[in-house]
């Protein structure tokens, strides 16, 4: 009941601002505001204000939202357990299956030597200038690390 009568006076008050505003000469401005001050009204003559009422006192519901809460948490956690191992355990056994038969042959691996076999090769480059040696040991480290 006491729900009603605030939402009724939200509405009376919006309303009123509405046409202070359209006296204003901002038409626009005036419609959009007299249009949420009537969503209160709406929404105790449709019922909804009292469903929300009932709902939001009754142990129940409460009750009923924390099931659903449980549920979501427990969705969510499956699936990122799952994308974290990389899809579901059927799609890793096709994807192993996959990598073994796609395996290359021992002579399949070594590039063909075709007519740039023939070229001279390039000359090597300038040593540089801290010591003549290339320590590239930190670079080979990330690459290790990522797995290349």
């Known amino acids: 009941m006491i729900a009603e009568t605030v939402c009724s006076a ?19 401005s005036a419609a959009r505001i007299a249009a949420y001050s009537l969503v209160p009204l709406g929404l105790v003559m449709t019922g909804v204000v009292e469903w929300v009422a009932d709902t939001a006192f009754s142990p129940t ?4 939202f924390g099931v ?3 549920a979501w948490a427990l969705f969510a956690t499956t699936r990122a357990v799952e994308r974290r191992r990389g899809g579901t355990r059927k799609e890793r056994k096709a994807a192993a299956r996959a990598a073994r038969s796609d395996a290359l042959a021992p002579t399949a691996g070594a590039p063909s030597l075709g007519p740039a076999a023939s070229r001279p090769a ?5 040593p540089r200038a801290t010591g003549g040696t ?11 690390k990522h797995g290349i």
Request: net charge positive; no cysteine.
């Open 61 to 64: 519901a409460w009750a009923g």
């Open 68 to 70: 659903l809460g449980v």
């Open 122 to 126: 390039a000359r090597p480059a300038a």
């Open 134 to 144: 290339d320590d590239f040991s930190d670079i080979e480290a990330i690459l290790k």
């Open 10 to 28: 939200v509405a009376a008050a919006g309303l009123g601002i509405a046409v202070v505003t359209a006296y204003r000469k901002r038409y626009l």
